[in-house]
Nanobody
Framework: QVRLVESGGGLVQPGGSLRLSCAVS????????MGWYRQAPGKQREFVAQ???????TYADSVKGRFTISRDNAKNAVYLQMSTLKPEDTAVYYC???????????????WGQGTQVTVSS
């Protein structure tokens, strides 16, 4: 049974930082690419960042230079370090796993509950 559990969200002021974590079980973690996605109110879920099984990373233009994705294969976990946060980063953040198609992560059908990030003064 695949399980994805996100944590680490919260309320932060603009310019602040947060570190999100995602604990994964039910898959051979080291074999898969991992990704972070987010969904803001009234908007579709969007890609944020991905890390391949070889730890190569790709970011959405909107977060490039501010967010860093990483993984720990020993802990079956993926992280998202978010810095210089902006109000437009407010969303529910989700992690997922999958394989690469054309260099981009094709996510699985499994989603966790997500973790809420709110950037506001």
């Amino acid at each position: 049974q695949v399980r994805l559990v996100e944590s680490g969200g919260g309320l932060v002021q603009p310019g602040g930082s947060l570190r999100l974590s995602c604990a994964v079980s039910g898959i051979i973690f080291r074999n898969y690419a991992m990704g972070w996605y987010r969904q803001a109110p009234g908007k579709q879920r969007e890609f944020v960042a991905q890390v391949t099984s070889l730890s190569m990373t790709t970011y959405a233009d909107s977060v490039k230079g501010r967010f860093t994705i990483s993984r720990d294969n020993a802990k079956n976990a993926v992280y998202l370090q978010m810095s210089t946060l902006k109000p437009e980063d407010t969303a529910v953040y989700y992690c997922n796993y999958g394989t690469l198609v054309g260099g981009l992560l094709r996510s699985s059908k499994y989603w966790g509950q997500g973790t809420q990030v709110t950037v506001s003064s």
